[in-house]
């Protein structure tokens, strides 16, 4: 019986080198779709986030004891008896940082790098939420501790009113009537977690 010959089989390794790059190829693919994952779930709580501080800016508005509208309404009150339009003294017509208003639209109010203003602005008491909410309030003028009347002042679209801070114009005739209110602007900055910032304004008179 013949003995069959030896064959001898070189290994060149080709399906291994194949099976590597296979596996490095499915091991990007799952890199990829892990971060592609925690992306999305860092925007949708970065979203979040932002959803909230905009939330927490309506005390900024409306907070009854430490608002904007609170300090404006209170101011209001305290000068009753004064008019701006002839007062100097009223404070609508004084710039007052320590209470965060301004008496003309001032445009050095600008931001830092660290997201904060440069001018005065007033901090709401913390409500444990985790946000900071501040104001500052802005007079619609060009012209800062001027009287109402000689600011020149943007008025509002409302009829004649009859609180302390009217504008008074003069008539045909020469006689002077209450006329249009001058407007307020109110800028609320809110920082949270995550270096989270909302900045919201209103316009009120």
Same mark, same amino acid.
């Given at each position: 019986?013949?003995p069959y010959?030896?064959?001898? @089989?070189?290994?060149?390794g *080709? *399906?291994?080198?194949?099976?590597?790059?296979?596996?490095? @190829?499915?091991s990007?693919?799952a890199?990829?779709l892990i971060?592609?994952?925690?992306?999305?779930?860092?925007?949708?709580g970065?979203?979040?986030?932002?959803?909230?501080?905009?939330s927490?800016?309506?005390?900024g508005?409306n907070?009854?004891a430490n608002g904007?509208?609170a300090?404006l309404? &209170?101011?209001d009150?305290?000068n =009753?008896?004064k008019? $701006?339009?002839t007062?100097a003294?009223?404070?609508?017509n004084?710039?007052?940082t320590? &209470? #965060?208003?301004?008496?003309? &639209?001032? $445009?050095s109010? =600008?931001?830092?790098a660290d997201?904060?203003?440069?001018? %005065?602005s007033?901090a709401l008491?913390?409500?444990g939420?985790g946000y900071? *909410?501040?104001?500052l309030?802005q007079r619609?003028?060009?012209? !800062?501790n001027q009287l109402?009347a /000689? &600011?020149?002042c943007?008025?509002?679209d409302?009829?004649i009113?009859t =609180?302390?801070?009217r504008?008074i /114009? !003069?008539?045909a005739?020469g !006689?002077?009537?209450p #006329?249009?209110p001058?407007?307020?602007r109110?800028?609320?900055?809110t920082? %949270?977690p995550?270096?989270t910032?909302?900045y919201i304004q !209103?316009?009120?008179?």
């Open positions: 019986m013949k010959p030896l064959i001898l @089989v070189t290994q060149r *080709v *399906v291994l080198f194949i099976a590597l790059i296979a596996l490095v @190829v499915m990007l693919a890199v990829a971060r592609s994952v925690d992306t999305a779930t860092i925007i949708a970065n979203l979040a986030f932002r959803q909230a501080a905009t927490s800016s309506d005390r508005f907070d009854p904007a509208l300090w309404t &209170a101011t009150t305290a =009753s008896t008019d $701006p339009t007062d003294t009223h404070a609508f004084i710039t007052n320590g &209470a #965060g208003y301004y008496s003309n &639209a001032d $445009p109010l =600008s931001l830092t997201g904060t203003w440069t001018g %005065g007033v008491p913390d409500d939420s900071t *909410v501040r104001y309030i619609m003028c060009l012209t !800062a109402l /000689e &600011a020149s943007l008025l509002s409302a009829d009113d =609180s302390s801070h504008v /114009e !003069a008539t005739a !006689a002077k009537k #006329g249009k001058p407007l307020y109110i800028t609320i900055r920082a %949270g995550r270096n910032f909302s !209103a316009f009120v008179y």
